[in-house]
């Protein structure tokens, strides 16, 4: 079993929908988490970055943490064609080295 | 504010050679780990450097190596390049305290892809 699951997708949405993304991970150790955007042949882009359980908003994204179940989510309002990319989930323990442990991704196309 | 840049950005080998890749970290960044990231997966940790020296390591073989620098730039070096050694290698940076409390957040370049022939 893979420390951090993510369903790999493709997931395709017409333009303006509301798209969640999700990952879940099994090491409870987990404190640290991020979602990071992709652009083909490109590095990753950190969108969000939270710390333990809650809900982060910045602008059109909402990223929720739920360390009971062991899920985070990633939410993108309005989605535009430009959202079009591959979105990774990411998790750290924190601490003296901060190794992230990364979700194969999930390739989003928005279509107009 | 400078960002993180990788060199080269594309980079053909053949199976036994030896390659280097260059990393300068975002400005203010004093920590650098390295990932690599197969087709189609999510990058997998090599291994991180602080204050020139080797902080942690990921499930890799010694032949993959690395070097920090007083500047904070880095160098991932790997001998004996293998067929599986194709991917897009990343580097990442990160800022760390005096204290050595480091910060979770990462910041990417845009990669060096190796295809090893």
């Known amino acids: 079993q893979k420390e951090v699951e993510q369903d790999p997708g493709p997931l395709s949405v017409p333009e303006g929908a509301i798209v969640s993304l999700n990952c879940t991970y099994s090491?409870?150790?987990?404190?640290?988490f991020m979602w990071y955007r992709q652009y083909s042949r490109k590095g990753p882009e950190l969108l969000m970055y939270?710390?333990s359980s809650g809900n982060k908003e910045d602008g059109r994204f909402t990223a929720q943490v739920d360390k009971s179940s062991k899920y985070i989510s990633l939410f993108i309002r309005d989605s535009q064609p430009s959202d079009s990319a591959t979105y990774l989930c990411a998790m750290s323990w924190g601490g003296g080295y901060n190794k992230l442990i990364f979700g194969a991704g999930t390739r989003l196309a928005v279509h107009p | 504010e400078t960002g993180v840049t990788q060199s080269p950005t594309h980079l053909i080998k053949t199976r036994g050679q030896q390659v280097t890749l260059r990393c300068s970290s975002q400005?203010?960044?004093?920590?650098v780990s390295w990932y690599q990231q197969a087709l189609g997966q999510g990058p997998q940790f090599i291994f991180q450097?602080?204050?020139?020296?080797?902080?942690g390591r990921g499930n890799f073989p010694p032949r993959f190596s690395g070097l920090q620098f007083p500047n904070y730039s880095s160098e991932l070096n790997v001998n004996a390049l293998e067929l599986d050694d194709s991917a897009l290698y990343l580097c990442?940076?990160?800022?760390?305290?005096?204290?050595?409390?480091?910060?979770?957040?990462?910041?990417f370049g845009p990669g060096t892809r190796l295809t090893v022939l």
């Open positions: 939270t710390y």
């Open positions: 990442a940076s990160s800022p760390r305290t005096s204290g050595g409390i480091s910060y979770n957040e990462q910041f």
């Open positions: 090491n409870s150790a987990f404190q640290y």
């Open positions: 400005s203010g960044h004093n920590t």
């Open positions: 450097y602080y204050r020139e020296e080797e902080n």
